[in-house]
């Protein structure tokens, strides 16, 4: 799989990718989507914020189809035939040891996993927005898994970092403009559809080594 942030700044977009930029407004929005590598002998941790949990859950559900989570899932529409509860606008449904096979569109997964190759584990509550940059909790997230998923987990989060032993990314989010979309009246939509338009600085701290890259997007 490709995580969001690889498809966005490799022009590959959808409407998927869409979603995490729907909050922005013009403006600068700096230590956004951290993510961090810690890599050991045997095993490898990574952190990240909370925008990557669909990401991990996607992944580790991609590797191992055989695994089974505990936790809420958060949908913007009901899901037939599972009880959950509506809170703040969006369906709360709580699994436990359990596949996700239902909810394949989930607004968010704020799942844990128990393997004797992957640890997963991820906070409950989304956090308010409007944070300040440097109250950002960048572990949100915490991934722990066996080495020799390495290489899938570098092609998918960390593709242009060089090897190393300990990496660090975040980003920063520079929307110049939006791009309203013509002939829609619904508020909600408008938002919705709306496309970001403006740039995305990467700062990569790779075994006490910086490097930055800026990429355009339309999001």
């Known amino acids: 799989m490709e995580s969001f942030l690889k498809k966005v700044l490799t022009n590959k977009g959808d409407e998927y990718t869409h979603r995490y930029f729907v909050r922005f407004g013009k403006g600068q929005y700096n ?6 590598l810690d890599k050991g002998a045997s095993k490898v ?7 990557l949990a669909n990401d991990l859950v996607n992944f580790v559900n991609g590797i191992n189809k055989n695994l089974k989570f505990s936790g809420n899932i958060l949908t913007k529409d009901k899901v ?4 959950g509860k509506k809170k703040a606008g969006v369906f709360v449904y709580e699994i436990s040891e359990s ?6 569109n989930a607004y968010y997964y704020l799942l844990d996993v128990n393997h004797s190759e992957i640890l997963l584990k991820i906070k409950k509550s989304l956090p308010k927005p409007g944070k300040a940059e ?40 520079i929307i110049k403009e939006i791009e309203f979309p013509k002939n829609e009246k619904d508020p909600v ?7 970001r338009v403006g740039k995305i600085v990467r700062r990569i701290n790779f075994d006490g080594k910086n490097a930055e890259k800026e990429y355009a997007i339309a999001a």
């Open 31 to 36: 230590r956004r989507f951290l993510i961090s």
């Open 45 to 51: 941790k990574i952190r990240t914020s909370f925008e």
């Open 80 to 83: 037939s035939g599972v009880d």
């Open 99 to 104: 596949s996700i096979e239902q909810f394949e």
């Open 134 to 173: 440097e109250k950002i909790d960048n572990k949100f997230c915490a991934l722990y898994f066996d080495l020799k998923y390495l290489p899938q987990v570098k092609e998918t989060f960390f593709w242009d970092v060089p090897d190393c032993k300990k990496a660090k990314i975040e980003h920063d989010v």
């Open 189 to 195: 939509k408008i938002r919705e559809l709306a496309k």
